[in-house]
């Protein structure tokens, strides 16, 4: 799959900004997406702790494009720009002294255009790489929230498997609204991965076998989705097993058309799709992508403070993608 999407990426000069480039686990994916040409990185961070972290782990990092905020050139035009995204909001001195930080210097190097992309979060927590996105670079036209997805990807028997699960890392507990929103935003994801959604809306209940307010706001949000004759099925509220399973469809759902293949999974809140998303990365051996950030203006992706280079390097990729 990846080398698909390399494919796509090579000779597109994508610039993406990593915030955190005197962390080695960074560092050593840029190095790697440079030398091979699949995107042009540009990584914050001390000009010479960067250097000594490279030659200490024998890195060629003459591709990369590093940038010092300190000494930054453009600095000013930043400050102005982003004062006025802000007025009323934070003075010059408060945005000064957030530019100081690689989340909001590297999210306004995307605001003007100077990256098509940002990939953060190795160090710190995924509020503080959304903050700076939502006050910056905003949510598309006709967008409400920013959601999450993960890519869960397992290769099994020959055969790849790939599926979108969402929100499982924003949205703490989303209404009948935002459950719209969000299964529409994580379809958009779906087709960047090659993937033909497929879209269920998971619940304890399967059409109406349970009762509670929880099943009402799925079963609300799944009629309305189906209601917008959009161009691939949508269907809930179901339990995993008949979304997932065609036996199990057979007797729960026999007329559904998304029942036992369902590929995108849209859980009730983030409790549920937090611990599901997990449960398929610890038991289920899936290789789990993400949170990768739905709705922004821009691409702004998050990291999981315990990634490795591998993830970096893939989550770069899925980024350069979202433009």
Excluded: W
Excluded at 75 to 91: F, N
Excluded at 174 to 184: F, M, R
Excluded at 222 to 234: F, H, I, Q, T
């Amino acid at each position: 799959m990846f080398n698909e999407m390399i494919k796509k990426l090579k000779g597109q000069n994508k610039k993406i900004v990593f915030t955190e480039g005197e962390d080695i686990r960074v560092l050593t994916a840029a190095a790697r997406l440079a030398n091979e040409g699949v995107l042009i990185p540009i990584v914050l961070g001390n000009k010479e702790v960067i250097k000594n972290l490279a030659n200490e782990n024998k890195l060629n990092i003459s591709k990369l494009e590093i940038i010092q905020i300190d000494q930054f050139e453009k600095t000013e035009e930043l400050v102005e720009r982003m004062a006025e995204l802000r007025k009323g909001k934070m003075t010059t001195d408060e945005v000064r002294q957030a530019l100081k930080r690689g989340n909001y210097f590297g999210t306004m190097l995307v605001e003007r255009g100077y990256a098509h992309g940002l990939l953060g979060g190795a160090t710190y927590s995924t509020a503080d790489t959304v903050r700076p996105a939502l006050q910056i670079i905003k949510t598309k036209p006709g967008s409400k929230i920013v959601s999450s997805s993960f890519l869960m990807r397992r290769v099994k028997d020959n055969k790849e498997e790939r599926y979108i699960m969402a929100d499982c890392a924003i949205n703490l507990h989303p209404d009948e609204n935002q459950v719209v929103e969000i299964a529409l935003q994580s379809a958009e994801t779906a087709k960047i991965f090659g993937v033909d959604p497929k879209v269920v809306l998971l619940s304890y209940s399967s059409y109406g076998s349970g009762k509670g307010e929880d099943v009402e706001k799925m079963t609300n949000a799944a009629n309305r989705l189906k209601e917008m004759d959009l161009p691939y099925p949508v269907d809930g509220e179901l339990q995993f097993d008949a979304a997932f399973s065609m036996d199990v469809a057979k007797i729960k759902a026999p007329t559904s058309k998304v029942a036992g293949q369902a590929n995108v999974f849209i859980f009730p809140d983030i409790n549920a799709g937090n611990i599901g998303y997990k449960i398929a990365q610890r038991l289920g051996d899936f290789e789990a992508l993400g949170p990768i950030l739905q709705g922004l203006n821009a691409p702004i992706n998050d990291l999981s403070r315990g990634c490795n280079t591998e993830e970096v390097y893939k989550m770069a990729i899925i980024t350069a993608l979202q433009n």
